[in-house]
Structures are given as C-alpha cells and as structure tokens.
C-alpha cells in the first residue's frame, strides 16, 4: 500500500459537534424519556443547527461547498463502488453527505416533534407521538447504516474513517508522503 500524506479534515468543532450529538442520540434513543431527555433533544437539535451554519463558514473540509451529494457525485461515486473501486474523498463521501444531512433533518424533526407534543394545543392528540416515535426509530436505522458503513468503508479503503473522526486527519490520496 502506498504512503500518502495525512491531512487535517475534520477541526475540532466538527468532530466535537458529532461526537456530542451522537451520546446524546444514544442517550435519548436508550435512556428515560424524561426532562433530561427534551433537554438534550433540544442541546442536539443547536448542535445541528451550528453544525450546519459551520457547513457556510467552518473550515475548508467541514464546507458545504466540500462535501455536498449531487446528483453528479452521488452517480460517480455509486459506479465506483459498482466497480469495487471506491473513489477516495478527503472530505465526506457523496453517501456520506447525504446521510449527514439526512441524519440532521431526523434529528431537528425530532425535535420539532418533541416540543409539539408539549404544546396545549396538541394535548390528547396521538399523531405528535406517533411521528416522533416514528422519526425516532428512523434516526435509529440510519445510525446502524451510518456506523455499519463507516466500518464497512474504513475496511474495504484501508483508512480508519472512525478514528479519522477522533483525531480529525485522513490520507491524502492527492499528495504522497515524502521519503
């Protein structure tokens, strides 16, 4: 395998965002669902939206412009897993981004959900549950896909994606090491 340079993708901001919204999905997804629960729901929920306001200004791999799945990227990078070649992203995969993106829209309907079952409006009403039960359970496969395919991905490219979000460096496949 050939030595390429590391390089600093995900800054600390990013990997803390995920990190903090991930204990906190694990938390509410297995813990009591009770004050602590709407709280970190809404602490996730700011996560998310700072998160995605650091996707206009954060640094150059935590860009939207980095990143974002078109419809061109998502066709490319499918055809290149088809091929079992999979294309090399210094920055999140097409699938990737899309399941970020997808994940933070679970997460913010969460609580959305969550906040319109409180409302004296809604009381006595079954579908706020129903929805947020629903939307609960969404966040739960996607987060089995999301993990299962960070493993899957770390193994098949030989780059570990997962510490890759600890310590915020991946490879380079655009310059190699120096010798």
């Known amino acids: 395998m050939t030595d390429f ?3 600093k993708v995900w800054d600390a901001w990013v990997r ?3 990190w903090a919204v991930s204990g906190i999905v694990l938390w509410n997804l297995f813990g009591p669902t009770d004050s602590t629960h709407r709280l970190l729901g809404y602490v996730a929920a700011a996560l998310v939206v700072a998160r995605i306001l650091w996707g206009f200004i954060g640094s150059r791999h935590a860009r939207f412009s980095a990143w974002w799945p078109t419809r ?3 066709s490319d ?3 290149s897993l088809a091929n079992g070649k999979p294309m090399h992203h210094v920055s ?3 699938l990737g981004g899309l ?3 997808f994940l933070w829209f679970l997460i913010l309907a969460l609580a959305v959900s969550g906040w319109i079952m409180r409302l004296d409006a809604f009381w006595g009403e079954d579908w706020p549950q129903e929805v947020h039960t629903w939307l609960s359970i969404a966040v739960e496969v996607c ?3 999301h993990v299962a395919a960070a493993v899957l991905m770390s193994v098949w490219t030989r780059e570990n994606l997962i510490r890759a979000m600890v310590t915020g460096h991946k490879r380079d ?3 190699k090491k120096a010798s």
């Open 5 to 7: 340079a590391r390089v």
């Open 16 to 18: 803390l965002t995920h």
């Open 92 to 94: 999140h995969n097409p």
């Open 72 to 74: 061109s990227h998502l």
């Open 77 to 79: 990078y499918l055809k």
């Open 173 to 175: 496949a655009e310059n």
């Open 143 to 145: 987060v089995c896909v």
């Open 99 to 101: 399941m970020a993106l």
